[in-house]
């Protein structure tokens, strides 16, 4: 028999960890979507919140949530049984938190990354931290992204996000799980380009948060998240990510919506910094996860390793360290090197920085200097 002759079933009970306000939403989702849910909160009052409440106050005030949707402080109660295991909590803690996980999982356990971040010391997606911290196979592992800003999607506001695994069928499998009346799940097996995607997008939207506080117009907004698209898929493509993913869901999509909202974490911690306020004072306020804080550092580091220009990811980490003032921030116009900027679309149908096309050319002219043969198009 075919792999896609198989038929593939959704789940029928699952367990999402992290009550937080994404976790909640995509534990609603999952019971709205036929599921038998269990959500593990690591405070007892939380748990007993949702379960005999039904309501989740701390992060999601006046949302109902629904009766197969239980809560418990249990890691292994929520994990007993479980055939998918959807994971929302800050990417900084997972891997010590798989160790608690790796237990209680069952030989066929679907595991399924909702984190929108890297791991700061390693530079890691989660999906690789999750390879690296159970013993469970690739084909098992898959993550979820798109525009999905929490609190719209627990009002039942209809949208859409992209599940991706090494493994079809079990991207198959989630998206099955995780689709409802109000939610949908497309499906891919570029799983970089779709955790790149939602890691990168987070950046840019720091950046969007940032000009706003100083008080730019749309114009700068526009341009950066423009040319934010570009080093997005300009840096995922360099880890091996297919274009067109960044131009889905998991990028564009996500991007916009991301950007464009004030329900977005990272553009509201951009905005206090944009504001005046310091890197310590941002975090201080926020009582949320911005996964971009964390993300700035590993995601330079990464672009050197490859040689990929991030002039607005620069510009970023340097208001973070105060060595820029938020007025002075145009990442748009600058470029990581003095080369020419804008952009172009190559014969490929992609765009990129004209300064990585001008470093093509520039390669290939001094091959040419140096006796190297013919100059080779990109
Ligand atoms: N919110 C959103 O709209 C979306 C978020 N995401 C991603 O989901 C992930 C989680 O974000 P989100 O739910 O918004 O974050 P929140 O800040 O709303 O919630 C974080 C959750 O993680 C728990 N937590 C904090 N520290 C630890 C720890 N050391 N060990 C275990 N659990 C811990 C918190 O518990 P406690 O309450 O006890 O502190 C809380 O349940 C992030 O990667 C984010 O990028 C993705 C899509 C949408
Ligand atoms: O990922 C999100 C929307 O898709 C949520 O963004 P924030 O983490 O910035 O709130």
Request: with cysteine; proline share 4%.
């Amino acid at each position: 028999m075919k792999a896609s002759d198989k038929k593939v079933v959704p789940p029928r009970r699952v367990a999402v960890l992290g009550a937080g306000s994404w976790g909640t939403t995509f534990a609603k989702i999952l019971a709205d979507g036929g599921a038998d849910v269990v959500l593990w909160a690591r405070r007892p009052e939380l748990a007993r919140e949702i379960t005999e409440g039904r309501r989740n106050s701390d992060y999601l005030p006046g949302i109902n949530l629904p009766r197969n949707l239980r809560s418990t402080s249990r890691l292994a109660e929520a994990l007993t049984g479980a055939e998918h295991v959807y994971i929302s909590i800050p990417s900084q803690t997972l891997r010590d938190n798989l160790a608690a996980i790796a237990p209680h999982l069952g030989p066929t356990t679907v595991v399924v990354s909702l984190m929108k971040g890297v791991e700061k010391g390693t530079g890691l997606r989660m999906s690789e931290v999750i390879a690296q911290g159970l013993p469970i196979d690739e084909s098992l592992i898959a993550v979820a992204s798109g525009p999905n800003l929490a609190l719209e999607i627990a009002k039942e506001q209809p949208t859409a996000a992209v599940v991706s695994s090494a493994s079809l069928e079990t991207a198959q499998a989630v998206a099955m799980a995780a689709t409802n009346r109000y939610f949908r799940s497309f499906v891919n097996t570029d799983v970089i380009g779709t955790e790149f995607g939602g890691v990168l997008k987070n950046l840019i939207a720091v950046a969007i948060g940032i000009v706003d506080g100083v008080g730019y117009g749309e114009n700068t907004k526009a341009s950066i998240i423009t040319r934010g698209l570009v080093e997005m898929t300009d840096f995922a493509v360099a880890y091996g990510a297919h274009p067109e993913t960044l131009s889905g869901l998991a990028g564009l999509g996500d991007l916009i919506a991301t950007c464009e909202s004030s329900l977005s974490r990272n553009n509201t911690a951009g905005r206090l910094l944009g504001q005046g306020y310091s890197f310590a004072d941002v975090v201080k306020q926020m009582n949320q996860t911005a996964e971009g804080l964390a993300s700035v550092a590993p995601i330079l580091k990464l672009a050197e390793a490859r040689g990929v220009e991030m002039p607005i990811v620069r510009q970023v980490s340097q208001v973070l360290a105060g060595t820029l003032e938020p007025k002075d921030i145009a990442p748009h116009l600058t470029t990581d090197s003095d080369e020419p900027q804008g952009e172009r679309t190559t014969d490929d149908g992609q765009t990129r920085s004209r300064s990585s096309v001008w470093g093509s050319i520039k390669r290939a002219f001094d091959q040419l200097r140096d006796g190297g043969g013919s100059a080779r198009r990109d």
